[in-house]
């Protein structure tokens, strides 16, 4: 074979390995061009280097020599389209991985809700208080809602207008063959459960969402959590119900909170209270309370001659929106991270 053939095979190997290596676009592309060009036993530059046996003899240096600058040619070409495939697969790898030595950056974490970090500090304030925690369904039965509570059937509080009836369901006990079944609109209704399973004396708190069909406006909310208290013992009264309400205020609002009570009206106490906090020039009602009325202790089976006691429900978005001078209370559940975030 021509020398000029021979070398001239070699060029047109390196023009076609070269394009059909920087084709290529993937790992398995790539490794299959390889083979075809440096392939071991069929590959191309393998069948030219057969060649080389028929050149003449003199010219087998210089066909030799330029037989190695064409593999190591080819061979850089494959190297070239491996680093541009590898490297691609490499910056994506290291987008995904931790690097401890780049300068520090705050990540943006998540924060507790602002009626959540309430719920937990107001349970801290009564748990020193000697109160422990307890919790009810918020799906319960006119027993519990109403009629334990000591609020007859024609009470306007069991209107359908003001509260979110469900749906009736078959009673567990003969007595009637169906209950009502409602959103709770009182965390009142824990107190019965508590006492239905609880002899006296009884120190509790019950926090959770209650749920009434009232417009929406800077003070109400159709759906908003109480805190419920309930104290039973044999020699409980007024004076202690005073002194519990005004500790708690004081704790979680500060010493210089003014509050009063004011006579009120709730079917389960008697008497009861309306509890207000003096804020912005006017006085807000922060929640309800009373002495627990007989009626309500004869229900759960209590002896009204043996132990009294008292009870309060208080809005804690309300107390919430004093402590930070949130004036709004449809802020809590807009959802907004730039409210959210403030606490
Ligand atoms: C009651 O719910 C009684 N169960 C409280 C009670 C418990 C009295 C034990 C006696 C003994 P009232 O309906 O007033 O009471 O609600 C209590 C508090 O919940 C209110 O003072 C107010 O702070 C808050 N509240 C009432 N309605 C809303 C509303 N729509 N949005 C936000 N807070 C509300």
């Known amino acids: 074979m021509a020398l000029q053939e021979f070398l001239d095979q070699l060029e047109q190997l390196v023009s076609e390995a070269e394009s059909t290596f920087s084709a290529t676009e993937s790992t398995d592309a790539l490794e299959e061009a390889r083979v075809e060009f440096l392939g ?5 530059l393998k069948s030219v280097q057969k060649l080389m046996g028929s050149v003449d003899k003199e010219d087998k240096p210089l066909a030799g020599k330029t037989f190695n600058e064409t ?11 491996n680093e541009r495939i ?15 030595s780049l300068p520090g950056a705050s990540f943006k974490i998540g924060r507790i809700h602002p009626i959540t970090q309430t719920i937990e500090e107001l349970k801290d304030i009564m748990g020193r208080l000697g109160f422990s925690t307890a919790d009810g369904p918020e799906i319960e039965d ?41 959103l709770r609109s009182q965390t009142s209704t824990v107190q019965i459960r508590v006492m239905e399973k609880t002899k006296p004396p009884i120190r509790i708190i019950s926090l959770g969402r209650v749920y009434r069909p009232d417009t929406a406006d800077a003070t109400h909310y159709p759906m908003f959590h109480q805190i419920e208290g309930l104290m039973i013992d044999t020699n409980v009264t007024m004076a202690d119900l005073k002194s519990v309400l005004r500790l708690f205020a004081t704790s979680y ?4 909170v003014t509050i009063r009570f004011r006579p009120s009206f709730f079917p389960f106490t008697e008497p009861s209270v309306e509890a207000d906090y003096y804020w912005n020039g006017q006085w807000i009602e922060f929640g309800g309370a ?4 007989p009626n309500v202790l004869q229900a759960v089976g209590y002896d009204p001659e043996e132990v009294t006691g008292f009870a309060f429900g208080l809005g804690v978005e309300r107390l919430c929106m004093r402590r930070h001078g949130i004036t709004d209370i449809r802020e809590f ?3 907004d991270v730039r409210f959210l975030a403030q606490f």
């Open 290 to 293: 009373g002495m627990v009325d």
């Open 40 to 44: 071991a036993k069929n590959g191309k």
């Open 253 to 256: 609002l500060g010493d210089d």
């Open 71 to 81: 593999k190591g040619r080819i061979e850089s070409a494959f190297e070239t389209a």
């Open 142 to 182: 006119d027993w519990h809602n109403f009629v334990a509570l000591n609020i007859p059937d024609d009470h306007p509080a069991r209107d359908p207008l003001e509260n979110f009836y469900l749906a009736t369901a078959e009673a567990s006990s003969g007595e009637k063959n169906q209950v009502n079944l409602l």
């Open 333 to 335: 559940y807009k959802n």
């Open 86 to 100: 590898q490297g691609g697969a490499g910056d994506a790898e290291r987008d995904t991985q931790f690097d401890p």
